[in-house]
């Protein structure tokens, strides 16, 4: 079992920047690729960035690619998202997942365990 805690949202400003951690617990992080999901009102989940174990690889949703960094340090057990020159389409509540086997998969059912999510609001 692997229990994840999000934090790090808020209210911004369009153009502003925000960094997301999750910090996971319960059995060794480093065995799992790492994800961020964003979920806005009255739409689907859909995938933002993945990182992989060690953190050499990572990958983007098309919509942030060039503003969101994904990072990661294994020896905190921690997932962090940068987020820069945010949007308000930016705007929706944000998960980390943790449990896929590559980076690339970037279908929520891959993902196997979620943190509780944290709203970003990005105003215009």
């Known amino acids: 079992q692997v229990r994840l805690v999000v934090s790090g949202g808020g209210l911004v400003q369009a153009g502003g920047s925000l960094r997301l951690s999750c910090a996971a617990s319960?059995?060794?992080?480093?065995?799992?690729?790492m994800g961020w999901f964003r979920q806005a009102p009255g739409k689907e989940r859909e995938f933002v960035a993945a990182?992989?174990?060690?953190?050499?690889?990572?990958n983007y949703a098309d919509s942030v690619k060039g503003r969101f960094t994904i990072s990661r340090d294994n020896a905190k057990s921690t997932v962090y998202l940068q987020m820069d020159s945010l949007k308000p389409e930016d705007t929706a509540i944000y998960y980390c997942?943790?449990?896929?086997?590559?980076?690339?998969?970037?279908?929520?059912?891959?993902?196997?365990?979620w943190g509780q999510g944290t709203q970003v609001t990005v105003s215009s």
């Open positions: 997942a943790a449990g896929a086997p590559t980076p690339y998969n970037n279908n929520p059912v891959s993902f196997d365990y």
């Open positions: 319960g059995r060794s992080f480093s065995r799992d690729a």
């Open positions: 990182i992989s174990r060690g953190g050499s690889i990572t």
